[in-house]
């Protein structure tokens, strides 16, 4: 915890707008990447430089508008399908004058696939809604990749769950084993390579192994 607080500590300050919306999700209960969660992204995006960026859970809009912070020249195409949290995402945009490169579609992201098909091929998919349907998702959407596409997946550690949950209630563990289902079928998926990173709420980055003859 005390190497958490120093790495926090280390964080620039983010801009007022980006305050307005962390306090929000906090004060609303909105699920948001954690601080270094979400620098950690944005870093992995600078190196990445994508073009184009296919998010699965929009919540109120937080990650897509920072995912453009950290590459201005991007597009962005975000699934939310809560509808009071998509009007929020699109006021956020809004307000961000940011609707000309991040759309937002609402609807549920196992139903919506057809719609997603003519905004690809994507260079970075990020998992970030329904914990138990991560595989689904994943197996829906990779066939979207660019063939140098990365695929990075929020909350894979679940607030420590993951690696034990004596201490979690019983739908808290419930979410846990299925996310730890998740990443075990992730790191052994022989057409992929992954690494969980221990930081935010844990980050696992996925990129497809090169074709063999």
Known sequence: MKQEDYLQSL?????KPVKDMESYAK?????I???LGIDFLMQLLRI???????EIGTAIGYSALRMLEACPECTITTIERDEERYKDALENIK?????????VLHGDALEVVDKVKSRGPFDVLF????????????HL????LTEDGVIISDNVLFKGYVADDQAATPRMAKIAGKIRDFNEWLVRNPHYHTTIIPIGDGVAITKKRPQQD
Request: overall charge negative; charged content about 25%; glycine content about 2%.
């Open 11 to 15: 964080l620039s300050e983010p801009s």
């Open 27 to 31: 004060e609303h209960s909105v699920p």
């Open 33 to 35: 990447m954690e601080p």
């Open 48 to 54: 990445q430089r994508p073009d184009n960026i296919l």
């Open 95 to 103: 307000e961000w004058k940011a609707e000309a490169q991040i759309t």
């Open 127 to 138: 998992i970030d809604a329904a914990k138990g349907k991560y595989e689904q998702f994943f």
């Open 141 to 144: 959407y990779t066939p979207l």
